[in-house]
């Protein structure tokens, strides 16, 4: 049987990486104040993906 706790932590780290690498993807053609924005807007995402894998890995 599926653990779909640990399955959902998981499709939750992808769809924040994905957040984040199209945050990174918008930093580069977007001007400085907003760039600054999507910059830590990216950080947040990876930061959330990391807990998230973390608490998948523990749950499995």
Request: charged letters at 20%.
């Amino acid at each position: 049987m599926r653990n779909s706790g640990t399955d959902e932590f998981q499709r939750r780290a992808l769809l924040l990486a994905g957040v984040r690498a199209m945050a990174v993807a918008l930093a580069g053609s977007v001007s400085t104040p907003s760039r600054l924005f999507v910059t830590m807007l990216a950080r947040y995402a990876r930061a959330l993906a990391i807990g998230a894998r973390e608490l998948a890995r523990q749950r499995s």
